[in-house]
């Protein structure tokens, strides 16, 4: 691959990162980028959105092109070679640090600004890097203090529509507390994530890519089944589990402070994911929407089958549903 071929498809990348979420036809023919594992490793030496799924990062859907990985590997002169080995290593050495620091759900973040950005940048240390991520939790404080380390020009908006373009082509595995259980941690994760990703609203999805939108959609149910049947370990949906089971508990006055916690308004769900706000897929709006729960329709609250929840929501359910004589007592002297 020449410098001018490579130069020249480099720009013409970039003009799509900034586009995709603007541009559908132009989000159709990124996606095929995104779907050819040889394209990806081109990409690796060009730009990094794709260049994750070699380093575990992403999944990308399959889209069946005409050339090999193996055809693009012959190919490849000993100098773009060493350039792969580097950014792979680099790569995975950004993975292990933000996980042993606990900030494993940042590590496609890391990745990708890391490879977006850093071709020039000599004095790059992992762990400097890793702590610009801990100490900076907001992006827009996190971009300008990589910045002002490393002496770039990383312009945030237009970083972050690639960003988010490249979560929702994903489902971060580091997302998950406990990938063998479902959990009310896990769920808030996944619609946290769901959100941030800009899913869309599909009736009949549950968060796999719509073919045709070439992005991730879940209707209102499906939100919070696609968590149910979403296998993190094998990065497939279990197509067995066919039904969501809802037990409403009570009024919101009730309600624990417990993120994961299943919200109702009579139609529709929504989960509560702390701070007040819920998220909840938007038939009106057509996508995963976040507002506060005081600004909804939201009658009761919920629990969903399937999930676990901490013993402070079992503890009310036992409270509101078989009120201990003490409890009675004390909703007598106040009046109730």
């Known amino acids: 691959m020449t410098e001018a071929i490579a130069a020249a498809a480099k720009a013409l990348l970039k003009k799509l990162a900034v586009d995709l979420a603007l541009d559908k036809d132009k989000r159709n023919k990124f996606l095929l980028i995104v779907g050819s594992i040889v394209v990806g490793l081109i990409f690796l030496l060009m730009t990094p959105v794709v260049v994750l799924s070699s380093i575990g990062g992403i999944d990308p859907p399959s889209v069946e092109l005409e050339f090999k990985e193996s055809d693009f590997l012959n190919n490849l002169d000993e100098e773009s070679r060493k350039k792969l080995e580097i950014m792979q290593a680099q790569g995975q050495a950004i993975e292990d640090a933000m996980v042993g620091t606990n900030m494993g759900d940042q590590t496609i973040k890391a990745q990708l600004i890391y490879l977006s950005f850093f071709e020039n940048v000599s004095n790059f240390d992992v762990q400097t890097y890793v702590d ?171 629990t969903f089958d399937g999930i676990d929840y901490p013993q402070e929501v079992t503890d009310k359910i036992n409270e509101i549903q078989d009120p201990t004589e003490e409890n009675t007592e004390e909703k007598n002297e106040n009046g109730e």
């Open 132 to 302: 610009l991520f801990k100490n900076n939790p907001e992006d827009t404080a996190l971009i300008q203090a990589i910045n002002v380390e490393y002496g770039l020009e990383i312009d945030f908006d237009e970083f972050m529509r690639t960003y988010t373009f490249v979560m929702n082509t994903t489902i971060d595995p580091h997302m998950f507390t406990d990938s063998e259980s479902k959990n009310s941690a896990d769920l808030t994760a996944w619609v946290e994530n769901a959100y941030k990703s800009g899913w869309g609203f599909q009736e009949g999805s549950y968060g796999e890519i719509d073919e045709n939108l070439r992005y991730r959609c879940a209707d209102n149910v499906g939100l919070i089944m696609g968590y149910l049947r979403y296998i993190p370990t094998e990065k497939t949906f279990d197509m067995s589990i066919n039904e969501l089971i809802y037990n409403e508990i009570g009024e919101l006055d009730t309600m624990p402070e417990v993120a994961g916690i299943g919200l109702f308004d009579g139609n529709n769900f929504g989960v509560y994911v702390g701070n007040g706000d819920a998220i909840f897929a938007s038939y009106d709006v057509g996508n995963i929407i976040k507002s506060p729960v005081s600004e909804g329709n939201w009658i009761s609250w919920c």
